[in-house]
């Protein structure tokens, strides 16, 4: 119930009694259980961070596309293979992995078992602590597993990028690839 | 006054009353007027079917920058622009072999303003698939997947993978070099699947090879079936959001 301060009642005190309902006071919400008040109306302190946020993003964006174009080769040609053809760049871990072990390995199981695991985190680890904290101290078992999980998967995005040249030989970005054809 | 004249100054009136009827017709569940009171700032987001994603009122804490760097939301932007541009793409876009590739030269050297049209969408869509991950990382290690936020995890799980699908498959629709190896490298890999995988590649490229059966294909998926499977799960990660008692914060 929303009591709003224009039909505010007024209340005459009962003689009779020697307490009474002064006043029904301004308030948002039924204060049961509840600690003090520390919300904010989202008009117009989410919607208008949401508005600016778009629109530097949508500018963002635009800068980009003007100076930055999305890449055309030449038209696909089967009987062409380049070497090394790379995956896009989401799928280069997996591309990776494939190289280093076997595709059924690399490319199907290991993933399939990281999408179980990433599936079962919530079930695992149910302890509430260090919710709403970034790294909170509590977690550093889970932080530091996430942390090695993201920066595996980051790595072997930037090898597969920058350092896999022709037959997947590794090469440093600097160095220059043998003439293949 | 004569009757007629009366009937004259009604229609008058009733005339000059059509914008502010109209307008009151269209946020009739509003207040009038700047919402500068608490009711008129419930009404205005409640009364709006795009603004009722949001609670009425949030938790100071949930509006702090640097505690979600608003990763989910700029998700969420980016699906919008995509699926604007996406749209905008289609009406230059023939899924057939090479017609595919010359509506690319087509829209870097033709159409008015085509190159910013296939940036924006290039870029957006790459932008997409890595701040799905930053997202993931943020609620991970915030530990907002705690209870009761656990099916709220898994149906993220199944937007980063159909985000990363929609990458996928948009990514063989230039066929360019770039898109047929990637598409073919990508395929092969789901070959190696005991049992299923020859049969799942089969049916994924209408053939055994990356062709004309494939482009159609990955087009269909690409522009129809998985933006519906994906706007499908948002509306319930979004909705579960609100259901599970707003972003998590501290308890």
Redesign the interface.
């Known amino acids: 119930m929303l009591q709003r301060s224009e039909d505010r009642e007024m209340f005459q005190p009962n003689s009779e009694k020697s307490y009474g309902l002064m006043e029904v006071v301004d308030g948002t919400s039924v204060m049961v259980e509840k600690a003090p008040e520390d919300t904010v109306f989202s008009w117009p302190h989410l919607v208008m961070l949401e508005i600016a946020w778009a629109m530097v993003v949508i500018i963002l964006l635009h800068v980009i596309s003007t100076y930055f174009n999305a890449p055309l080769e030449e038209i696909a040609d089967a009987s062409l293979t380049p070497n090394p053809a790379k995956a896009p760049w989401y799928f280069l871990g997996l591309q990776e992995m494939v190289s280093w072990t076997s595709p059924f390995w690399g490319g199907i199981l290991i993933p399939g078992i990281l999408v179980v695991l990433l599936l079962l985190v919530p079930f695992v680890d149910r302890r509430l602590v260090g919710v709403g904290h970034w790294f909170a101290r509590e977690r550093w078992v889970a932080n530091t597993l996430w942390t090695v999980f993201a920066v595996g998967t980051i790595t072997v995005i930037l090898i597969g990028l920058y350092c896999r040249g022709p037959n997947w030989h590794f090469y440093w970005p600097w160095q220059d690839w043998p003439k293949t054809h | 006054m004569l009757p007629r004249e009366r009937n004259s100054r009604r229609a008058i009136a009733t005339l000059l009353q059509i914008p502010r009827n109209i307008w009151c017709a269209l946020f009739r569940e509003g207040y009038p007027g700047y919402?500068d009171t608490?009711?008129k700032?419930?009404t205005?987001?409640t009364g709006n079917v795009f603004?009722h994603l949001?609670?009425?009122?949030?938790?100071?804490?949930?509006?702090k920058l640097?505690?979600t760097f608003?990763l989910g939301?700029?998700a969420f932007?980016?699906f919008l622009?995509l699926t604007l541009t996406g749209v905008m793409l289609m009406f230059y876009y023939h899924p057939s072999?090479?017609k595919a590739?010359y509506d690319?030269?087509d829209l870097?050297h033709i159409v008015n303003f085509g190159?910013?049209l296939?940036?924006?969408?290039?870029?957006?869509a790459?932008?997409m698939?890595a701040i799905v991950?930053l997202h993931m990382?943020r609620v991970?290690?915030?530990?907002?997947?705690?209870?009761p936020?656990?099916m709220n995890?898994?149906v993220g799980?199944g937007l980063l993978?159909l985000t990363?699908m929609l990458?996928?498959t948009g990514?063989l629709l230039?066929?360019?070099?770039?898109?047929?190896?990637?598409i073919?490298?990508?395929t092969?890999?789901?070959?190696?699947?005991?049992l299923v995988?020859s049969k799942m590649r089969f049916l994924l490229l209408g053939g055994n090879?990356?062709?004309p059966n494939a482009l159609l294909r990955f087009y269909v998926l690409h522009c129809v079936v998985l933006p519906l499977l994906i706007g499908v799960l948002m509306a319930i990660h979004f909705w579960k959001v609100r259901k599970d008692g707003g972003i998590?914060?501290?308890?």
């Open positions: 919402p608490d009711l700032r419930s205005l987001i603004l949001h609670p009425v009122k949030i938790r100071r804490h949930a509006l640097h505690y608003c939301g700029t932007l980016l622009i072999v090479p590739y690319m030269e870097e190159l910013l296939r940036n924006l969408h290039r870029w957006s790459h932008g698939v991950f990382c991970f290690y915030t530990g907002s997947y705690k209870p936020r656990e995890w898994v799980v993978l990363l990458s996928f990514y230039p066929w360019d070099q770039l898109a047929f190896w990637a073919t490298v990508g092969n890999i789901a070959n190696a699947a005991p995988g090879i990356v062709g998590s914060g501290p308890l």
